[in-house]
């Protein structure tokens, strides 16, 4: 009898056992289920979010991805970005080499012998590439073949160029610092109202129509106005050089 009852209780551990073995599975494959489809990740969303930045404007607003209108001249100053050339223009001058080419047409050159002088300047255009370099500088070019020479001996127009081609807002437009310098002996500082003077020079270049000799093309350029995008006045803006506050939205087109 006592064989009996130790028998009867070793098949009902077995069965109690085998039951909760056989529970087990059901669970472990809730668990994989769930471990199939994991949460979208926040880098995954954020790259939904880009995809969908508009760039039909040929532009995008730098401030959108944290970016700004001023570039960083210093480390709590920077030199305003008053001139956007727009996507929407000519595709021959959005690229490298046509951008320098229109520019020069326009009355801009490369730096005298190619050498640089003064600070590399960076700008953030809340494209993703973050702070990034001047792509290019010109000085105002008095008159052919070290035209920008004198420029920088005399002091007059220049700018710096970024182009807005990084993976989160690839306009193509080239955001573009102009101002008006002092000749050397002044250390080329930017002159009184300098800011504003040299925007509107390159505006005033591009409305007048200019010809590409080497491709005998003529370019054409229309502007539109727009404020909110620089805040009037001097703050942030180095030499405390105040701003009216318009950037131009110059499109060129062939004529």
């Given at each position: 009898?006592?064989?009996?009852?130790?028998?009867?209780?070793?098949?009902?551990?077995h069965?109690?056992?085998a039951?909760?073995?056989?529970?087990?599975?059901?669970?472990?494959?809730?668990?994989l289920?769930?471990?199939?489809?994991p949460?979208?990740?926040?880098?995954s969303?954020?790259?939904?979010?880009?995809?969908?930045?508009d760039?039909?404007?040929?532009?995008?607003?730098?401030?959108?991805?944290?970016?700004?209108?001023?570039?960083?001249?210093?480390?709590?100053?920077?030199?305003?970005?008053?001139?956007?050339?727009?996507?929407?223009?000519d595709?021959?001058?959005?690229?490298?080499?046509?951008?320098?080419?229109?520019?020069?047409?326009?009355?801009?050159?490369?730096?005298?012998?190619?050498?640089?002088?003064?600070?590399i300047?960076?700008?953030?255009?809340?494209?993703?590439?973050?702070?990034?370099?001047?792509?290019?500088l010109?000085?105002q070019e008095?008159?052919?073949?070290?035209?920008?020479?004198?420029?920088?001996f005399?002091?007059?127009h220049h700018?710096?160029a970024?182009?807005?081609?990084?993976?989160?807002?690839?306009s193509g437009?080239?955001?573009?610092?102009?101002?008006?310098?002092?000749?050397?002996?002044?250390?080329?500082?930017?002159?009184k109202d300098?800011?504003?003077?040299?925007?509107?020079?390159?505006?005033?270049?591009?409305?007048?129509?200019?010809?590409?000799k080497?491709?005998n093309i003529w370019?054409r350029?229309?502007?539109?106005?727009?404020?909110?995008?620089?805040?009037?006045g001097?703050k942030?803006?180095n030499?405390?050089?105040?701003?009216?506050?318009?950037?131009?939205?110059?499109?060129?087109?062939?004529?």
């Amino acid at each position: 009898m006592r064989a009996l009852a130790v028998v009867g209780a070793l098949v009902a551990v077995h069965s109690v056992a085998a039951l909760t073995i056989r529970a087990n599975p059901p669970t472990q494959q809730t668990v994989l289920s769930g471990l199939s489809s994991p949460p979208q990740s926040s880098s995954s969303r954020l790259d939904d979010i880009w995809e969908d930045v508009d760039t039909s404007a040929g532009w995008v607003d730098p401030r959108i991805n944290g970016g700004r209108f001023l570039d960083y001249t210093a480390p709590l100053l920077g030199e305003p970005l008053n001139v956007i050339l727009s996507g929407l223009s000519d595709p021959l001058v959005l690229t490298e080499e046509g951008f320098r080419e229109y520019t020069k047409s326009i009355g801009y050159s490369a730096e005298c012998l190619g050498l640089h002088m003064g600070n590399i300047h960076k700008a953030d255009l809340g494209d993703g590439n973050s702070r990034t370099p001047e792509h290019y500088l010109a000085r105002q070019e008095y008159f052919p073949v070290w035209g920008t020479c004198w420029e920088s001996f005399a002091g007059g127009h220049h700018f710096r160029a970024w182009r807005q081609n990084g993976t989160h807002g690839a306009s193509g437009a080239w955001f573009i610092g102009a101002s008006k310098e002092e000749h050397s002996r002044k250390q080329h500082k930017i002159t009184k109202d300098g800011y504003n003077l040299g925007r509107d020079w390159f505006v005033e270049r591009a409305l007048a129509g200019s010809h590409w000799k080497r491709r005998n093309i003529w370019w054409r350029a229309e502007v539109e106005w727009r404020t909110g995008l620089l805040e009037p006045g001097s703050k942030g803006v180095n030499h405390g050089i105040p701003l009216d506050g318009r950037v131009a939205i110059v499109t060129v087109f062939r004529a």
